[in-house]
């Protein structure tokens, strides 16, 4: 289907036509959209409202079937939009569900391929007559918190998770291209990269692992590293080494537990009981001093018992995480665990989320409470103006947010801060 945009824009006094871009999903869907963006700002169009907009990104994701609706909704939200813009959609869903999409209007056009996206949509707005370059993700539509990806794709096949269908199978960016775009991004002022990708522990590029390439990124002078989730089985020593030997690296990993219960755990395929999970925790406190430990839990796997639940509830108790993302299982057509009997009721699972969030509020109301009257390094990502003059807000090394009232800073400034009270989710600091 040859859906042209260029004409439009011609018979006008070719202003840089508007693109508008929505992502739904994860941290890596996030910085494909950034990516995306930036391209397109290269090629000379420009980022402004969906309503005025000749083209809408939507960035999919299908993780679960909520997450479809969402997608959909999406598009045909986009579709209704005053300017009549022709709407790509790329991401998981588009991957696939492509006939599915394309079958909610005529000004749909799906691109899987998110590498292409950049190229499909540069042809409808007909702007390759105005490059202006590469453009690095700086200033407003970007954040000082910049993801950079360095994986994609995954084949640990979990069993209720269609990831690996919709990504395919694990691959690496080339660790030239990791380094030249985190120096890109250093030199236009990003303070923080966090290294986002689907399963980040299957890294590999020119003979160095997650390990390395941590190493290696610590050594372009950025001031600040994240990594955004590691899998349990890939905190090795190896990586735990370099992590306690570089002080860029925050001390925070997200290590995704999903069940405390040993029978659940076999019958998603994560591959570790959870004394093994244990055990890596313990291994990472043990390295690393100070380590804020957050994960992904999920709730209503077919048959989790009350049990099981009891265990989940009991080991995210035990190991004190910072912070807990509770998900609810979702039938997923294709995966393993769509088939399993004793799927559990949907009011159940709705029950077992309620009960994990309110632990998970408990948890970090604990954390805070720790952390209360201790230093932090805070990255300020936001000025504005408060009642009582102007408040900067960010986020400290061990992911905490927080907020100190300062005439003087900008986004982008390290602080050092000593941590005060929790005040809705957010520590107010006092600058040292
Ligand atoms: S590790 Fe498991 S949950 Fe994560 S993307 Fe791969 S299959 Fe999905």
Redesign the pocket.
């Known amino acids: 289907m040859d859906v042209r945009v260029a004409d439009r824009t011609r018979q006008r006094a070719r202003p840089a036509p508007t693109v508008f871009v929505r992502t739904l999903g994860c941290k890596v869907n996030r910085t494909e959209s950034e990516q995306i963006a930036a391209a397109l700002i290269g090629e000379g169009a420009v980022l402004g409202p969906e309503e005025e907009a000749s083209v809408v990104i939507i960035n999919t994701c299908t993780v679960t079937g909520e997450a479809d609706r969402k997608a959909r909704k999406a598009v045909r939200h986009a579709l209704g939009a005053a300017s009549s813009p022709v709407v790509v959609v790329t991401g998981c869903l588009a991957a696939l569900d492509a006939e599915g999409l394309e079958s909610l209007g005529g000004r749909v056009v799906v691109e899987p391929d998110k590498e292409r996206v950049g190229a499909r949509v540069s042809a409808l707005l007909d702007v390759q007559d105005s490059p202006r370059g590469a453009v690095v993700r700086h200033g407003e539509a970007f954040r000082i918190r910049a993801g950079v990806k360095v994986e994609d794709g ?5 069993a ?5 269908f919709a ?1 395919g199978t694990p691959r690496s960016v080339s660790l030239r291209n990791v380094l030249s775009e985190v120096r890109a991004l250093v030199a236009s002022g990003t303070a923080e990269v966090v290294l986002t990708g ?2 980040i522990g299957r890294y590999s590029s020119d003979g160095r692992g997650l390990a390395g390439l941590v190493e290696a990124v610590a050594g372009t002078g950025v001031r600040r590293i994240r990594i955004s989730s590691v ?1 349990p089985l890939d905190l090795t020593e190896e990586l735990l080494g370099v992590f306690a030997a570089t002080p860029q690296l925050c001390r925070h990993l997200h290590v ?1 537990l ?1 069940s405390g219960s040993d029978a659940v755990l076999a019958s998603m395929e ?1 591959g570790y009981t959870s004394e093994e999970y244990r055990k890596r925790i313990a291994l990472v406190r043990d390295r690393i001093a100070d380590v804020a430990i957050t994960t992904d839990v999920m709730v209503g796997f077919p048959g989790e018992s009350a049990q099981d639940f009891e265990d989940t509830l009991e080991l995210t108790r035990e190991i004190g995480f910072t912070r807990l993302h509770v998900f609810r299982y979702s039938k997923r057509e294709g995966t393993a665990a769509a088939a399993m009997p004793f799927q559990v009721a949907p009011e159940e699972s709705a029950r077992r989320a309620r009960v994990l969030r309110g632990q998970d509020r408990h948890l970090r109301a604990t954390y805070a409470a720790l952390r209360r009257g201790q230093e932090a390094e805070l990255l300020v990502e936001e000025v504005s103006n408060g009642v009582a003059g102007r408040v900067a807000v960010g986020t400290t090394g061990d992911y905490l947010r927080a907020s100190i009232g300062a005439d003087d800073v900008a986004p982008g400034d390290l602080l050092r801060v000593r941590l005060g009270d929790e005040v809705c989710g957010v520590l107010v600091a006092e600058r040292l």
Do not use: L, S, T
């Open positions: 995954c084949d640990a096949f979990c209720y998770c269609i990831v690996p990504r689907i399963n899998e995704p999903q994560r």
